[in-house]
């Protein structure tokens, strides 16, 4: 079947690709730079393979090679019902991209699960696209080791889709690819029939965001545009041993988001040259966890809604951390727990409080143990 494949960076070699998918489950594609004239999709069961890309910059490895203009590159699922299939050991990557960075198509998109059900994505490199990985609707959706650059939108879009679980991967590549753009990572949509829809339960552990040319981009965690009337919960985000940097605000909702339930974070650093929260006041949090943490900004909570729980502990901040709640009203019986904080640049707690714990913190040399200056209790 690959006798006809050219693998010369010029000819189409699409229909290749098609018969091979046509007729195989478990298909190896040769190392190669593959032209493809139009939107590689992956049928339900297929199975992809090449070797591994080198982590080089640009990397090296099989290259599939689309149009500039291309609104899509590669999807897998033809998005009519729960299908799956597995892509492992490519590079996505748009023609002229490394000459031209302007190049990329508004809304493109380098990667699509449409629409699938335990679909498996591993060691891809995806580059230039204005989304570079999407998983729209579907569920339980796996990526392991993939690496973005040069994504003008959004490093990852989740629709609707629930259960995404992100492995060891890197957003950016810290070279000269890397562009401006809006997120690493947003969640939308969501489901006004289905309760079992997302966007949920998405989790990256020991994932790696960085950008280099000294660009960054607005928000590391957006979480917006939720389809109003969505009767699924928008809740259970999980982020374990994460590096983050080149961002202005850490996690951000917007007005269409409820609320934020059963967040976890653990073990991370994020270096962001604004504020770390940037939820909106009317969004309800409920359940947040935080603790083993580094945060190179400020850190500021305020909230017109009252806290069901939230547990920040063992957490340093370089900039100031606040935390302001309801004080009058029936919003006032927020449930928090405050432990061991160090701010470099103050805490301030303001609001009424159900039950509060405000144990072993410090701020610009002082302890709530001990003298409390540069600690503000309004509570």
């Not at 994505?121 to 579907?138: C, D, E, F, M, Q």
């Not at 959004?154 to 562009?179: A, H, K, M, W």
């Not at 940037?278 to 947040?288: H, K, Q, R, S």
Request: net charge negative; with cysteine; hydrophobic share 35%.
């Amino acid at each position: 079947m690959w006798k006809i494949l050219k693998g010369d960076g010029i000819t189409d070699d699409l229909d290749a690709f098609k018969k091979a998918l046509s007729s195989q489950d478990n298909i190896f594609v040769p190392k190669g730079r593959y032209y493809l004239g139009d939107t590689l999709i992956i049928p339900n069961g297929k199975s992809l393979f090449s070797f591994p890309p080198c982590g080089t910059n640009p990397p090296s490895g099989t290259v599939l090679l689309f149009l500039a203009s291309l609104a899509k590159c590669v999807q897998i699922g033809i998005g009519t019902s729960y299908e799956s299939g597995i892509f492992d050991g490519f590079i996505i990557e748009r023609n002229g991209i490394y000459v031209d960075k302007t190049i990329v198509p508004e809304d493109s998109i380098g990667l699509e699960c449409n629409n699938t059900m335990g679909a498996i994505v591993r060691n891809v490199y995806i580059i230039g696209h204005a989304i570079g990985l999407k998983s729209n609707w579907g569920i339980t959706n796996w990526f392991e080791h993939i690496s973005t650059t040069c994504c003008k939108k959004y490093y990852v879009e989740i629709d609707t889709t629930p259960e995404c679980r992100f492995l060891s991967c890197r957003f950016g590549q810290n070279g000269s690819t890397d562009v401006q753009g809006q997120a690493y990572i947003c969640a939308t949509g969501g489901d006004t029939d289905n309760i079992s829809n997302g966007p949920n339960t998405i989790i990256f552990n020991n994932c790696h965001f960085n950008l280099g040319g000294g660009v960054s981009l607005e928000k590391w965690f957006d979480v917006s545009k939720i389809t109003s009337g969505h009767v699924s919960e928008i809740d259970t985000f999980q982020f374990d041993n994460c590096y983050i940097e080149s961002v202005n605000i850490g996690l951000y909702a917007d007005e269409t988001v409820n609320s934020i339930s059963f967040l976890q974070m653990n073990n991370y650093i994020v270096l962001s040259n604004k504020d770390f929260w940037g939820v909106n006041a009317l969004t309800i949090i409920d359940n947040v966890q935080m603790s083993n943490c580094l945060i190179k900004s400020n850190f500021s909570i305020n909230t017109n809604k009252q806290i069901n729980f939230l547990n920040i502990s063992n957490v340093t901040v370089f900039g100031k951390f606040t935390l302001n709640t309801p004080s009058i009203g029936e919003e006032i019986n927020s449930v928090v727990n405050v432990s061991n904080i160090y701010a470099y640049q103050g805490i301030t707690l303001d609001g009424k409080y159900a039950l509060l714990t405000f144990n072993g913190n410090s701020a610009a040399g002082y302890s709530n143990n001990a003298i409390i200056s540069g600690i503000s209790l309004k509570i």
